[in-house]
């Protein structure tokens, strides 16, 4: 059983930066992922990034290319989005996201989440 909790989200001016943590707690193998989504209120859940666990491949989001990037820490049992020049559409409720096996899709299929950390960003 894994368990996931983020942590970092807050109150941003519009082109400022956040960095959200999310500890994970279980076993993570050569096979699983880790991603980050989040859902702005009256939205669907998007896909924002995601990492490989033992292997630096990342998958993005269009809408933050650019602007946020997806590390890890695997020592640490970390993961992190680093988000820069952030945007008032960025607001929203983020998640970390665990998936235990591989699947060509990094946008999909996890199955575990966090409990969520609010991130919003003023215009």
Known sequence: QVHLVESGGGLVQAGGS???SCALSGLA?????M???RQAP???REFI???RWTAD???YAESIKGRFTISRD???NMVYLQMNSLKPE?????YCAFRSFYWPDYSSRYDSWGQGTQVTVSS
């Open 18 to 20: 956040l960095r959200l």
């Open 29 to 33: 193998t050569s096979a699983s992922f």
């Open 35 to 37: 991603g980050w989504f």
């Open 42 to 44: 009256g939205k669907e």
């Open 49 to 51: 990034a995601a990492i």
């Open 57 to 59: 491949s990342t998958d």
């Open 74 to 76: 695997n020592a640490k």
């Open 90 to 94: 960025d607001t929203a409720v983020y």
